[in-house]
């Protein structure tokens, strides 16, 4: 059961090692921190939790409008972005990235995540 | 007598205090067992008691060191905290302490020691921070048959012993011997990984003194400040203008709220450090536009809150609904009766009749933006958590 959560570690630490991404967690779709690798343990949680109602919110958005369940939320601002993706039904990922680098790779990078963090957990 | 120091055991433990009985922490292994000795040693050296500290897998002072790291200070008290040092011996370092085992990987010597403790002190707290050690380096069985006689010793001299054990791939035998037979209580201590609940939990296995509890609760280590009982989502709920997000930011040490026009859009989020609780508090909006987001939001919550205007009755219909909203059903709630300060509010007991609400639903009344009333609605909510019958 420890391992589970090992593994999940390990999807985040690969994801951090990708050149622009500051910090990343798991989170659950109802907005629990499952696991994050970030500078302050502290704001994780609301962290997660905004992240979530995010990801959801769009989501009840678009597919209330008839355009299909986002891909990702892709937040800019001036310090830096966000992304929050699903990763299946029961979580999601969330990454902070500078301002500087080109999202490309980290998307991909992202994706590829996503769908590791869903076999885990399903 | 055994006091562990950690939140809610005591509680659970309680009501006769024994002397001379014994206890374990049963650690799975990859779990933060370590802190469980540290945190009932610097209890009861805070309450006046004597205390042994024998150290098999690192040495004394990195114990210490601990202490400093969960912010205890133990100088205070350095005359009552012995250590019997089991460490340095090993590799070859000279030590310091009083006691020292000179040959850890002997059990007689080893036995030797520990009954010199517990001859010469007063009736004091033994600790082991690793029994598991003394079992790895002087064989199980050995370690057994001298933790049978240590324990006969410790009941004699009127001490109480505390082990910590982390059960690694030992025999069967072993392992059932230490979690059924051979001490008077066991506190096991484990990991979860249940659907998106990933923590640690401990709960009591067994004890020969007090009502068996079969609860266990979620805790996490925190630097400083040790075990603190864990509560991953504590929903606040309500109709409009109730006064939830006043609520969430009274009862929270820090909290963020979304809000736009003084009205909540997303959610407040807020994290309640109280009474050896750490709970992440998430405040729903209140207007049915946002029912998606309730419904979103609420999911693996252990407890609720809803929050009522108590001057506005016709609220309550609207109230009552969201509980279903929430799929709360089963889960443990609170009312907060708010607004208790303003003109024509509701009584607890009119409410209660207005609502119909069963007598066991606590209903607490509270000025939330006053911050009068929170605290104890907190307690009541976390009585029904851990469940506490009386509360």
């Known amino acids: 059961m420890p391992d589970t959560i090992d593994m999940v570690d390990k999807v985040l630490a690969d994801l951090k090692k990708v050149g622009g991404v500051e910090a990343c967690a798991a989170a659950s779709r109802d907005g629990l921190l499952i696991r994050a690798i970030l500078q302050q343990e502290y704001f994780s949680e609301s962290f997660a939790a905004m992240s979530a109602t995010m990801l959801g919110a769009a989501e009840a958005a678009t597919t209330e409008l008839g355009k299909g369940v986002p891909h990702r939320v892709i937040v800019e601002s001036e310090h830096g972005r966000l992304i929050a993706v699903g990763a299946g039904r029961r979580a999601l990922l969330i990454v902070l990235v500078d301002s500087e680098t080109g999202l490309g790779l980290i998307l991909l990078e992202l994706d590829k995540a996503a769908a590791k963090l869903k076999e885990l957990l399903a | 007598m055994i006091e562990t120091g950690i939140p809610k055991v005591d509680e659970f433990l309680g009501g006769v205090k024994p002397k001379g009985k014994n206890l ?266 946002f029912d998606p987001i309730i419904k979103l939001l609420s999911g693996e919550s252990m407890g609720i809150f809803l929050v009522v205007d108590s001057t506005n009755p016709t609220d309550f219909v609207r109230a009552k609904q969201m509980l279903e909203i929430t799929k709360s059903y089963g889960l443990p709630y609170v009312v907060i009766a708010n607004k208790q300060d303003l003109p024509g509010a509701l009584t607890p007991e009119e409410i209660r009749k207005q609502f119909n609400l069963p007598d066991d639903v606590p209903i607490i009344p509270a000025v939330a933006k006053d911050k009068i009333g929170v605290y104890e609605a907190f307690e009541v909510l976390i009585d029904k958590i851990t469940g506490e019958s009386d509360a």
């Open chain 2, 24 to 289: 374990v922490y049963y650690i799975q292994h990859g779990v933060e067992g370590e802190i469980f000795v540290i945190q009932t040693v610097y209890n009861s050296l805070k309450n006046g008691g004597t205390c042994v500290f024998v150290v098999s897998s690192t040495t004394p002072d990195n114990i210490r060191n601990l202490f400093k790291e969960f912010g205890w200070d133990i100088d205070p008290y350095k005359n009552n905290l012995f250590f019997v040092d089991a460490y340095n011996p090993l590799i070859g370092a000279l030590s310091n302490e009083k006691y020292v085992v000179s040959n850890p990987d002997n059990i007689e010597d080893f036995s030797k020691v520990i009954t010199d403790v517990l001859k010469e002190l007063h009736p004091g707290t033994i600790v082991f921070g690793s029994l598991s050690t003394v079992m790895d380096l002087c064989g199980e069985t050995e370690t057994i048959e001298a933790v049978r006689s240590w324990n006969k010793l410790a009941m004699l001299y009127d001490h109480v012993m505390v082990y910590n054990f982390t059960a690694w791939p030992y025999s069967r035998e072993t392992l059932d011997l230490i979690k059924k037979d051979m001490f008077n209580a066991v506190i096991s201590i484990g990991g979860i990984a249940e659907r998106v609940i990933f923590g640690q939990y401990f709960g009591i296995l067994k004890s020969d003194w007090a009502k068996e509890t079969k609860k266990s609760m979620l805790f996490r280590v925190l630097r400083p400040g040790g075990i603190k009982l864990f509560i991953p989502k504590i929903l606040v709920t309500g109709p409009f203008d109730a006064g939830k997000s006043s609520f969430v930011h009274a009862l929270s040490t820090r909290a963020i709220s979304v809000d736009r026009f003084g009205t909540t859009i997303a959610l407040d989020h807020g994290h309640v450090d109280y009474k050896g609780f750490s709970a992440d508090i998430f405040g729903t909006p209140g207007q049915e536009r």
